[in-house]
């Protein structure tokens, strides 16, 4: 097993119902596992391959399963995910637009974008153990929102560990066009705000709003 192999699965406990979460959303999220659901694309369960076609799916579900897409790839609980729309829905921009953009700004999420771990739960262990820096600073706080210009890395007792190295040389995703990655010194900077063009899959935002539409 390689030492990539070996990180994603320390850092992932729950590897196994990553890809059942995948299968039942019927989409593939990166940032949740580098496993794809394509291999059986279909429901998980006993009656998943002949139930596939007939199921009916509620508005409910449908607005569920979207917003289910986004808390899961980004590692959110329920609570933090509620109370981020709360907080793009009080801002001036749109609230979809607005919601993916605080998403994206995440420290976690940058450091997987960049290329330094091979999924967000693994980044945001190297977040949480200090390997992280941010303009040259220490930050130990996955949700930690980037702004425009900031510098973040890896910090030099870490950079050459095995998972870093194999991550950085197989990275999961084309590096989003908000980043900027100087090969050379394995700086990433935030040089304009990500749009929502930048979440790696499809989400319908409107089913989004239309379930807080109702619980708010």
Do not use: C
């Amino acid at each position: 097993m390689s030492r990539l192999k070996e990180f994603i699965e320390n850092m992932s406990r729950y590897t196994g119902p990553r890809v059942k979460k995948m299968r039942a959303l019927g989409v593939d999220l990166p940032g949740l596992s580098r496993k794809t659901q394509w291999d059986r694309a279909y429901p998980p369960g006993e009656h998943g391959p002949r139930n596939a076609r007939r199921r009916k799916v509620s508005d409910f579900k449908k607005q569920l399963a979207e917003k289910q897409k986004l808390r899961f790839n980004y590692g959110l609980t329920e609570r933090q995910f509620r109370r981020l729309f709360v907080e793009a829905k009080r801002s001036k921009k749109s609230t979809p637009d607005q919601l993916l953009e605080f998403l994206e700004r995440r420290l976690d999420n940058a450091v997987f974008r960049a290329g330094f771990a091979p999924t967000i739960p693994a980044a945001r262990q190297l977040v949480r153990h200090g390997h992280i820096l941010v303009n040259g600073k220490k930050v130990n706080i996955p949700s930690f929102r980037l702004s425009v210009g900031d510098e973040y890395r890896v910090r030099d007792k870490s950079k050459d560990k095995a998972y870093v190295v194999e991550s950085l040389e197989r990275i999961a995703l084309t590096r989003p066009e908000w980043m900027r990655f100087e090969d050379d010194t394995k700086v990433a900077r935030m040089q304009e705000l990500p749009q929502p063009s930048a979440v790696p899959f499809a989400v319908e935002m409107q089913l989004i709003v239309e379930f807080y539409s109702k619980r708010l």
